[in-house]
């Protein structure tokens, strides 16, 4: 019976041992660490491995290419047997374009380094053409990858995954980071985006760190704010009504948040889908520009807009620049203009004048009809309720300008 017994406890002690030499060493350098809870989650997911020596190294930089894996890595599940899959909700935030690309071009995609060559070129490729990066932001790709090189693949991968936040909020909220002036003005834009969203943080003398190399940690936490919103950090400074924020479509077929400077211009937002139902089909919603079509074909030009097919095609528009607290329509000066959209022009005004839509109506007729005739007209200044309206004339570009600046 003992001898049994003692058996019994022999196979379970070398059952516990076999259990335990199966998983990672514990890394031997994190306890402690800012970063330790985010490292071993991560590392249990096969982001990032330790070291032999059973270290992680977390104040090490990281380089390009070793970022770019890890990006993609990020948006995998990885399965017992080793195979990982993208995760149903990074497919689901692609456009249908980038979708296309994975389940075409890179079917056979098995998140393992090359064999043969570069080790790095299959995740390379792929961040690429899903414009997650731009091949020649980085010459080599070995490099040390610093802060601001960082912030720039957050702003695009947030471009393809997401929406991009209000730039002028973003631009505005940024420049509490100390160093953000040293910035160069397109690194500004990423790193106005990267700390609104909360992906990356200032440190704790409110510097962004520009020039700095991303170490191992940082790469790991920036990573999980990206794939994880709820670790996300609290940074922009958001209005007080969230009903001034719209997520709006882009002409790439993204999307952007903008914040609008009050509730009459964020209805006003509304009020363009509205009177884009005017046109039926032959209007196109960009941002805060309503575009106003005669026809589908039209439409179809301007929409795939390119090299062998330039110019606006768009007959007239009704806008709005939330940064100026400005508004606008603008007409071309072609016959039958203004018989398809004037009821859609209508609709815009008399919300924006109210009662004062009749005096506008008077101005923009007026206006309107002499540059038609191919009169030279000067800018004219006129103040309607409480906005100052400029009318302006393009005889050559055969187009007119009424911008509706609010004083109210």
């Not at 390009?64 to 990006?71: G, I, Y």
């Not at 002028?168 to 500004?188: H, I, T, V, W, Y």
């Not at 007959?315 to 709005?320: G, K």
């Amino acid at each position: 019976m003992i001898t049994r017994l003692a058996l019994i406890c022999v196979l379970a002690f070398a059952i516990s041992n076999t259990v335990k030499a199966a998983g990672p060493a514990p890394l031997t350098d994190i306890q402690g660490h800012w970063a330790e809870q985010t490292i071993q989650r991560l590392v249990a997911l096969g982001i990032l491995d330790g070291f032999p020596d059973g270290t992680f190294r977390p104040n090490e930089p990281v380089t390009a290419d070793q970022f770019v894996k890890m990006l993609l890595l990020s948006y995998t599940t990885l399965y017992p047997n080793g195979e990982r899959v993208w995760t149903d909700s990074f497919l689901k935030s692609l456009s249908t374009a980038n979708r296309g690309i994975l389940q075409q071009d890179y079917r056979d995609f098995n998140f393992k380094p090359s064999l043969n060559g570069y080790w790095a070129k299959p995740f390379i490729d792929v961040a690429s053409d899903l414009h997650l990066i731009n091949k020649s932001q980085f010459p080599d790709f070995k490099a040390k990858l610093k802060r601001e090189q960082v912030a720039e693949i957050v702003y695009y991968t947030m471009k393809e995954t997401e929406y991009l936040e209000d730039e002028p909020l973003s631009l505005a909220n940024a420049r509490m980071l100390g160093d953000f002036p040293s910035a160069k003005e397109r690194e500004q834009r990423f790193i106005a985006e990267a700390f609104g969203k909360g992906v990356m943080e200032g440190y704790p003398n409110r510097y962004f760190g520009i020039g700095q190399e991303v170490t191992r940690a940082e790469a790991l936490a920036i990573l999980e704010r990206i794939t994880d919103k709820s670790k996300r950090k609290s940074t922009l400074r958001l209005p007080n009504d969230p009903g001034l924020e719209k997520i709006v479509p882009t002409k790439d077929g993204g999307y952007k948040k903008v914040v609008f400077s009050g509730t009459k211009m964020a209805a006003a937002y509304q009020v363009l889908g509205e009177a884009a139902k005017k046109r039926g089909t032959n209007y196109d919603l960009v941002e805060t520009t309503l575009k106003l079509y005669k026809d589908a074909e039209t439409k179809a030009k301007d929409i795939t807009l390119n090299v062998t097919n330039p110019g606006s095609w768009e007959e007239a528009s009704l806008w709005i620049e939330p940064e100026y607290r400005t508004y606008g329509v603008t007409v071309k000066l072609q016959d039958g203009v203004l018989a398809r959209n004037q009821e859609a022009i209508d609709s815009y005004v008399n919300y924006l004048f109210s009662y004062d839509a009749a005096t506008f109506r008077e101005l923009f007729n007026r206006y309107y009809s002499k540059a038609a005739a191919g009169a030279s007209l000067e800018n004219e200044t006129v103040k309607i309720g409480n906005y100052a309206v400029e009318a302006h004339a393009d005889v050559q570009g055969k187009t007119v300008v009424f911008s509706i600046l609010d004083n109210g």
